[in-house]
């Protein structure tokens, strides 16, 4: 039998809890979504990150838990639960966290962690969770 | 006297909530960043709204309180706090919320927020708050 009921799709949306409690090493984004050429990805970072850039494009940071630092050649911005910021495109920077902070990115597809420099803290790309 | 210290400057993140606090109407996007061309906006929706598609981009939607419904034509979705959806270009969709809901879109910079119409509900674009 079928009709408009039986045949409805369920769509499933995505839970940032959820997707961080799949893992729990730092460093390590995952990408839960695209939008357009864009990825989310969830990460959970403990410590101090190395100073990279971005050349051609910004970088949005959006707070789940925890608190963020950001570190910029010319000062530093704090980022807490519920709280964004975007780092504009060429500006040095890097993350510090003195407790664990679980958070979401926005990059295009592609972009390196580590901006224009591969080294150890390099993670894989483009890992779906 | 300048020192280092005094020197440096000091960066403010966005706080969705705030944000919210500055307006009650339903419907209106405000936009609190920009990341390349991208706009991230914060709207209060209340009921339903119309169905509409945007025909040149996926549209991202993070639910901040409450709970928001998607329907499309082929089912639905429920998206709560903590979560996030993605309805991909050329898809009819309408969003409904029974009780009101708090969230974020991301859009390019210039989607109309009633998709390929204009019409009653359609928004003023690019309002900053």
């Known amino acids: 039998m079928s009709d408009a009921t039986t045949t409805r799709q369920s769509y ?3 839970n ?3 997707k961080l409690a799949r893992f729990t090493d730092h460093w390590q984004p995952r990408v839960i979504a695209e939008m357009n050429d864009y990825q989310f990805k969830v990460v959970r970072i403990e410590g101090d ?3 990279h850039e ?3 494009t910004d970088e949005t940071f ?5 608190e963020l630092r950001i570190d910029m050649r010319d000062g530093f911005v704090l980022v807490s639960a519920g709280e964004m910021f975007v780092v504009p495109k060429g500006v040095e920077h890097k993350p510090y966290a003195e407790r664990e902070v679980k958070m979401m990115l926005i990059e295009p597809r ?4 580590t901006g224009g420099e591969t080294n150890e803290r390099t993670s894989v790309n483009d890992m779906w969770i």
């Open 12 to 14: 499933q949306s995505i």
């Open 16 to 18: 940032f809890a959820d």
């Open 49 to 51: 990150f190395l100073w």
């Open 54 to 56: 971005h050349a051609d």
């Open 62 to 66: 959006i707070v789940l838990e925890g």
């Open 110 to 113: 592609g972009v390196i962690n």
